[in-house]
């Protein structure tokens, strides 16, 4: 088990590097002088020289990609262009918003989405099943942009009753804490702000949860659907056992593991998801950030975030394959 | 009847093969049915609407009848340059089905290819591919294809392109395993005994054992690439203005949200959805009818 926990982790490495070198070659690529291209034509070539000394684009290219490597790895991930923040400082300044709404998502699609499952495959055929797959297949079709877009229509424009966007008023004077602000309102005991930003935070998740609760549900109703037709289930049963136990006891337990696989490969979805609505909702997350970034041509934070983004997205993969492994004890390893 | 009546009568029957059982089941799936309705019906006004009713989305605009709301003159409404939206959505289906259909033949074919010689080649050639492969899927896919587009430009045909690298590791992957899985099998040194070389057994009998994840893979791939060609669109990345793109459109409804405007945003987002919904119902009901030992029901 150690071994093949050791295993695995020393297989991302070439992968982490090979992404290093490609987002590296990212700024390379552009067709013209960088510096000209994100300063624009009118630059003065004092500018473009410093840009270019910033950049370090007056070395050779392997040089420049071991000092980019380096810097990477010691947490140095460049400064913004425009702005000369540090990218690394604004990513940790930032990203907590974004995990707030990706963990805001998840419990969404959770809470929704595997008791829709579990109802529709003990119900298999009644109106409740046909009426969650029929929702969860739209849910698998449905553009998330326009899916927040209805909701802020629906529940902001017309009924008042959510906010349009953001994480807090505009008037709130919150200081916080570790930037999660569900957690740091709670910390300061700050029950209204806690309050806000649950409001603020609603609509976003709800959008952002939508394909991974469809695919969740679609998913535990399969899974739980092949587990309760086998033999263990029917004796449980005629064991004079209640049908609560039966399903949440002997079928759940042995149906949990395809869900998990699957609920692991939603992270990449939720993470391109969330550049989408993070920009619906004018969330201050990374996502919105580096959508911004690319209309300033600010190249350094392009990069930096695409990196960041691709790490987390590996390091998630990687926590749910050991997680997998930990999990079910019938899997053999190598 | 005799026994050798029975047995001529059997052998009479004209021969069934794997695809035409396949299309019986395919046919004989509800859900299948409609979503191969709805994909047709999207393909055919993609072709058939800026052929029919040409249209110069340059000098398209009413400037008397911004953001009316849907009537018998127009159906579903008129946007902020007082375009009907109806039109727009049939002229953008153009864009949304061809970028979705083309960069899903290009990774087909580049990704296959690159999957049948990697698995067959093995080796470095093997290691090396898969690599580079893996380093792709390293990426949430909608995020590599923003910054392909970010660093190659904005546009169509770039988004087109993004979108085609992104999904080149899927249906490399998917090639690759069925070669590896078939290349110890009898059928295949026998073609190699008898001397046939690389390319035929690849070709003809390695490759057709690949087609049918491919082709259930590759229709459940269009419905996802409409909706990445819809979020770049809406991002403003895709199709730029003044011409029509489902997403684009979107982007530019958002103006218009708190006047009440509800026609420019529900439509083409309802067009996204009923395409996507279409080729997801046809790739489910392909996998079904392809495999039917993946049968739930």
New interface residues.
Partial sequence: MLRYFIKRVFTVL???I??SM?VFG?LR??PGDPATVMLGERATPENIARVREQLGLNKPIYEQYFIFLGNALRGDLGTSVLRQEPVTQEIVRRFPATIELTLGAILVALVVGIPAGIISAVRRGSWFDTVSMLIA??G????I???G??L??FFA??LHVLPTGGRLEASSNFEPITNLLLLDSLLRGDFGTFLQALRHLALPAIALGTIPMAIIARMTR?AM??VLSQDYIRTAHAKGLKERTVVIRHALRNAWLPVITVIGLQV??L???A??TE??FSWPGIGRW??DA??TRDYPI?QGV?LF??IV??GVNLTVDLLYAWADPRIKFE | MSHQAQVDQVLLRPPRSLWRDAWRRLIANRLARLGMAISIFFIVVAILVPFAFPYDAKIDSDLVNQLMAPSSQHLMGTDEQGRDVLNRIAQGAQASLGVGLGAVSIAVVLGTLLGLVSGFAGKWIDLVMMFVMDILLAFPGLLLAIAVVALIGPGLRNSLLAISVVSIPVYARIARSTVLSLKEQEFVTAARCVGAPSQRILFRHVFPNSLSPILVQGTLGIATAILEIAALGFLGLGQQPPYPEWGAMLADSVKYLTSGAWWVLLFPGFAIMLTVLGFNLLGDGLRDALDPRLRID
């Fill in positions: 070439p992968v982490l090979g992404v490609l990212f690529l552009i297949l739209t698998v079709s449905m553009p942009f326009w899916l877009l209805m802020v229509f424009v017309s399969s659907l092949e990449g979805r993470l391109s998801g550049i989408l920009t619906v580096l959508v690319i209309y392009v695409t983004i691709a997205f590996v």
